[in-house]
């Protein structure tokens, strides 16, 4: 799909919505291919004025392999099918697949007066927030940026900052297939434990908690 396709597509079947507290829309994408979306946060930081509102977008991906800029090639899969691709955000290699609910946070850091460690301090709260609405304990692990149940990694971020404004944003294990992380060494972590809110009891589906997380983002954006 290309990128034009992406944009017009998703902005006209995704509900945009703000909600009472927050000025950042809200879309909603469904599935869409890792290049298409990446390439459409590209295109959007790039064309956007002073006066563009922020936007969340909310979706899951096909089966994908994605490292940051700062990969390893030790920590890469070997001999999987699933493709990989280097991208522009921060943080080293994770996986995306159905049953990961992805928020991403396209944030004009420079107008809301945020700095990129504040920016994902607030994206780590909101999910262990949200969480906690679900009866499951998270907390953050000092010097690993995500968030963790029981010492496994639930959810995973990593961002990038072009003319101010910031884009990809944080991945939480909602439903999901986790045998793929166990062929990488999850965000440079050699038997780094993931987990997944299914597996604590939490019966809420990929979309209902993206859903939940764009709009806690949304509002901790706006009550700073």
């Known amino acids: 799909m290309k990128t034009e396709e992406f944009v017009s597509a998703g902005m ?39 006066g563009t509102p922020d936007e969340l977008w909310v979706l899951e991906h096909p ?3 994605t490292s940051g800029i700062a990969g390893r090639p030790e920590h890469f899969p070997k001999g999987s099918n699933i ?3 280097r991208s522009d955000r921060g943080g080293q290699i994770t996986y995306h697949g159905p049953g990961q609910a992805i928020v991403y946070t396209l944030v004009d850091l420079e107008r809301r ?55 990809h944003g944080v991945a939480l294990n909602v439903d999901m297939d986790l045998a793929p992380f166990s062929a990488i060494d999850p965000c440079g972590y050699p038997g780094l434990a993931v987990t997944q809110t299914s597996a604590h009891g939490v019966a809420a589906s990929a979309q209902e908690l993206g859903e939940a997380l764009a709009r806690r983002i949304a509002q901790l954006l706006e009550s700073r």
């Open 63 to 65: 089966p994908v392999y």
């Open 113 to 167: 007066r945020l700095t990129v460690r504040a920016m994902v301090a607030l994206i780590e709260q909101a999910v262990i927030e949200v969480l906690a609405q679900c009866g499951v304990r998270a907390q953050r692990k000092p010097g690993a940026p995500g968030v963790y149940v029981e010492g496994a990694k639930i959810a995973a971020l990593g961002l990038r900052v072009r003319r101010g404004g910031c884009y």
């Open 83 to 85: 493709p990989l691709v």
């Open 12 to 50: 006209k079947r995704g509900r945009a919505a703000a909600s009472e507290r927050a000025t950042a829309l809200l879309r909603h994408l469904g599935s869409t291919e890792y290049a298409a979306s990446w390439e459409a946060m590209r295109r959007f930081t790039a064309e956007r004025g002073a």
